[in-house]
């Protein structure tokens, strides 16, 4: 990519919206970010966002080569409608063509999670690989795969949804439909009921963890276990411990499945606990399979809450050269 | 691939090598096989090896392109030598070169499993599709994935060890050093142990498989409870519904992880089992994500024990072909 190339990169996310002009190192050159307000359809919203942009635009003196969008939720195979997005209550908005005719720029749609593993592939942890994994472990937990120098979009442009793979088949049941998915007990939302449980089964042991909810006035989450664990509290100790060996079991499935070089581990819950890597880590090498892990690297994530706008905006910038070397 | 064009597919397992002559259409013209003859070393199986191949060459008028081989083992990234292949007791075998030399053939070597996952892709029921992935559920699990119109091969050309992700993490020991590996539950050698756990365990209920086992002068093998299933046995009924759980779940997490078109299922416990397809099939499109079912189809393998051949074979062709093209 050339430096002196830059595009605009959005993240769409349920509750904020980021804009940032990236340059073609994959520096951030100027931000913005607003509340994603879904309340007015999305009509609305997509004239927000276009005035975001414009005034990025308005800012520099280069012109931006595209605009690539990452939507928390599926776009179509064909990269023009976003099929669904459930924080956005958006069903079928041709996102593309919209954006496209206001912005008289090429737009390219891409699903958030996947925007931000473009974002470490291109230039965070995973520069210069070819074979890598991205597992976010947030509220939720999703991923993008890169195998044989291409990220793999599936057949119906749904592949990586990591956090749905079944790793304890009589586990707890999942927000999807099934049961002992690896978000289910290592996403965020799943460390939180753990805890909110294991407080209920001992209130004594977990006194404590419930005494800094209501000292700091809010309700048992991941962060707060985080924080917890660190303070040497057993109960949080204890959880964070079961959300390793969750994440090792998984990343194990993942590791033998996919051969990758790199995998990279970013997202709240991480960013939280940053030690988990390193024991994943060694959980990994000891149970997967020795020539899946002859190469193997476990990396935290690079560019943290970049890397959604900067993977899109390197996407937009991908895809107009493309355009170029194909015309 | 020309329709006139052949090629020869070696598959080479532990126990059995099997050795085919294979047309452009993917057509046995005529094959061989023999006993895998380990305990004089790699010279003399290989020597072996070269015999059966000179032997279908003469008898056939079309000089074929080149000669595939599917191997029990770990092949180098570099296509050239068998790493390591524990059922052949070889350890960095450079394959490729010796077989060249004596043949004066191209020769491609490939994993066996991936070979079988060419054949069912071109030949079978792959055929005409760029997404899918094959499971051969068979003493263990193996695969291999096909995303985007190409094989994943991995950092470390092992992608694709599908039997070895986690679905029980509390689950049993694998033969690897994981627990609870899909391997673990639903291969046959998991199976079987299952089962003569079981008869251990409830002597009276575990009478009649004990019985059908010693009249027919065996041990307790997968096969054997496949039968017994089939014939109404409480006990075998229920290892075949737990197998089934194992294969659900597994097979939902590859649903989520690639979003494959097509999931193909064969291998000796699919052989044996084949209602188990409309099982999982059922099973997975109500736990899967529903945006990664869209275009799921879920088949039996069509090539059965000729995939491997058949695939080595292709794999042959198309290496050949791509020569041609790259000079």
Redesign the interface.
């Given at each position: 990519m050339d430096k002196d190339q830059c595009a605009i990169g959005v993240d769409l996310g349920g509750t904020k919206v980021k804009v940032a002009l990236v340059d073609g190192t994959g520096k951030i050159l100027r931000k913005s970010r607003m509340a994603t307000r879904t309340e007015n359809g999305p009509d609305a919203l997509v004239q927000e966002i276009t005035r975001a942009v414009c005034d990025l635009r308005q800012e520099e003196s280069v012109g931006p080569a595209g605009v690539g969008v990452g939507v928390a939720g599926?776009i179509a195979t064909n990269g023009e409608t976003v099929?669904?997005a459930p924080n956005l209550d958006w069903h079928d908005v041709e996102l593309k063509d919209r954006l496209e005719q206001v912005l008289d720029l090429p737009v390219a749609l891409v699903n958030d999670v996947r925007a931000a593993t473009w974002g470490e592939w291109l230039f965070g942890a995973g520069r210069g690989c070819?074979?890598l994994i991205c597992l976010f472990v947030g509220t939720g937990i999703g991923g993008g795969?890169v195998?044989?120098g291409?990220m793999?979009?599936?057949?119906?442009?749904?592949?990586?949804?990591?956090g749905?793979?079944?790793?304890?088949?009589?586990?707890p049941p999942c927000n999807?439909?099934?049961?002992?998915c690896l978000e289910a007990l290592a996403g965020g939302w799943a460390i939180a009921r753990r805890a909110r449980e294991a407080v209920a089964a001992d209130p004594r042991t977990g006194a404590p963890l419930k005494k800094l909810a209501a000292d700091q006035g809010e309700s048992i989450t991941a962060e707060l276990v985080a924080r917890a664990a660190h303070a040497g509290d057993p109960l949080a100790g204890r959880i964070v411990a079961e959300t390793a060996?969750?994440l090792i079991?998984?990343t194990?499935?993942?590791v033998?499945?996919?051969?990758?070089?790199r995998l990279i581990f970013g997202g709240g819950v991480i960013e939280g606990l940053p030690e988990l890597v390193e024991r994943i880590d060694q959980g990994v090498r000891?149970?997967?399979?020795k020539?899946?892990c002859?190469?193997?690297e476990l990396l935290p994530a690079e560019l943290h809450n970049d890397a959604g706008v900067v993977g899109a905006a390197a996407l937009a910038m991908r895809c107009d050269e493309k355009k170029g070397a194909d015309s």
């Open positions: 599926q099929r669904l070819d074979d795969v195998s044989g291409r793999l979009n599936g057949s119906s442009n749904t592949a990586g949804e990591l749905h793979m079944t790793v304890d088949l009589h586990g999807c439909e099934n049961r002992g060996e969750a079991a998984g194990v499935g993942l033998n499945a996919f051969n990758p070089q000891g149970r997967a399979l020539a899946a002859e190469n193997l």
